[in-house]
């Protein structure tokens, strides 16, 4: 089956950094998600980007799916933004199902 | 619901005991997901709905695990005869389409499974 790879796995910030996050996958895919886990453990969607690029306030986005990769950017980080971010990839020949990464572990100190 | 609602939110079994996770999709939402997340790791997929039809079962670790969603709308998970590899966070997603793949999925806040 596909390979969903994420880095770093940590990274710890200081409030007002900023972040790149990186999602690399093995095979072509229908769909991409960015998901946020807060430490409640409820998963967030960030944003649906099978291709191209989205932005979202601080938050955003770009998959390039020929080369397959996608990006996370997150600006002026803030306490609030810890968590895990998950990459989560959809292939139409897998059905519906979302495969995904082990996540991105994000600190983020005041 | 304005979102993907489960019940309990938490769950203590005794090895050996049958436990079921209610799911709640949006409603109108066609597909519906179960997902099993280990500690410290992404979700892993067990099975899938499109309306009351189980498509896809292939994730399900073993054949005590047992889903259905007869009326096409709320879903069980059932878990007969619980082991303590079971201890999980149980979730469930749901998407407004189905048969083109291309659904954004959303979740709900889970179901942690802990079995003694």
């Known amino acids: 089956g596909i390979q969903v790879e994420q880095s770093p796995p940590d990274l710890i910030l200081q409030e007002g950094a900023n972040s790149t996050l990186r999602c690399n996958f093995s095979?072509?895919?229908?769909?991409l998600q960015w998901f946020h886990q807060n430490p409640w453990g409820q998963l967030i969607n960030l944003f649906y980007?099978?291709?191209g690029t989205k932005q979202n306030g601080r938050l955003s986005a770009t998959t390039v799916a020929t080369e397959r990769y996608s990006l996370l950017y997150i600006s002026s980080s803030q306490t609030t933004d810890s968590g895990v971010y998950f990459c989560a990839v959809l292939q139409e020949t897998s059905g519906s199902r979302l495969t995904f990464g082990e996540g991105t572990q994000l600190t983020v100190n005041p | 619901g304005a979102g993907v609602s489960q019940s309990p939110r938490y769950k203590v079994a005794k090895r050996g005991q049958d436990v079921a996770l209610r799911c709640d999709p949006i409603?109108?939402?066609?597909?519906l997901f179960w997902y099993q997340q280990a500690l410290g790791q992404g979700p892993e997929f067990l099975t899938y709905f499109q309306n009351e039809a189980q498509l896809d079962k292939s994730g399900l670790p073993s054949d005590r695990f047992f889903a259905e969603r007869p009326e096409g709308s709320v879903s069980t998970l059932k878990i007969q005869r619980t082991q303590k590899e079971d201890s999980a966070v149980y979730l469930c997603?749901?998407?407004?389409?189905?048969?083109?793949?291309?659904?954004?999925?959303?979740f709900g806040p889970g179901t942690r499974l802990t079995v003694l």
């Open positions: 095979d072509s895919v229908n769909n």
């Open positions: 409603s109108g939402h066609v597909s």
């Open positions: 997603a749901s998407s407004l389409t189905g048969w083109n793949f291309l659904g954004e999925q959303f």
């Open positions: 980007i099978p291709s």
